[in-house]
Nanobody, 124 residues
Framework: QVQLVESGGGLVQAGGSLRVSCAAS????????MGWFRQAPGKEREFVAA????????NYADSVKGRFTISRDNAKNTVYLQMNNLKPEDTAVYYC?????????????????WGQGTQVTVSS
């Protein structure tokens, strides 16, 4: 069992930056690939970014590529999402998730555990 707790969300102006974090419980964090998803009101949950167990490989949605960076610190059981040059369309609840799988990390169904989410609001 893995428990995930997101933090760091908030209100930021367009063009600004924000870093959200996700702390995981347990001693098996490094055995999970991690992902970030987001869900805006009235929309489906969408993939944002993913990182492999060691952190050696990352993947991003086209909409955030070049602006967002996912990283992890296995010693701290934490995964991060650094968000730069934020746009109003980035406004959503951001969720982190953990997966035992190696592939398909851009699909929500791949993930085994989810956090409760943190709100990110970007004003224009």
């Amino acid at each position: 069992q893995v428990q995930l707790v997101e933090s760091g969300g908030g209100l930021v102006q367009a063009g600004g930056s924000l870093r959200v974090s996700c702390a995981a419980s347990g001693r098996t964090f490094s055995t999970y690939a991690m992902g970030w998803f987001r869900q805006a009101p009235g929309k489906e949950r969408e993939f944002v970014a993913a990182i492999t167990r060691s952190g050696s490989n990352t993947n991003y949605a086209d909409s955030v590529k070049g602006r967002f960076t996912i990283s992890r610190d296995n010693a701290k059981n934490t995964v991060y999402l650094q968000m730069n040059n934020l746009k109003p369309e980035d406004t959503a609840v951001y969720y982190c998730a953990a997966s035992r799988n190696l592939f398909g990390l851009n699909f929500p169904s791949t993930y085994d555990y989810w956090g409760q989410g943190t709100q990110v609001t970007v004003s224009s």
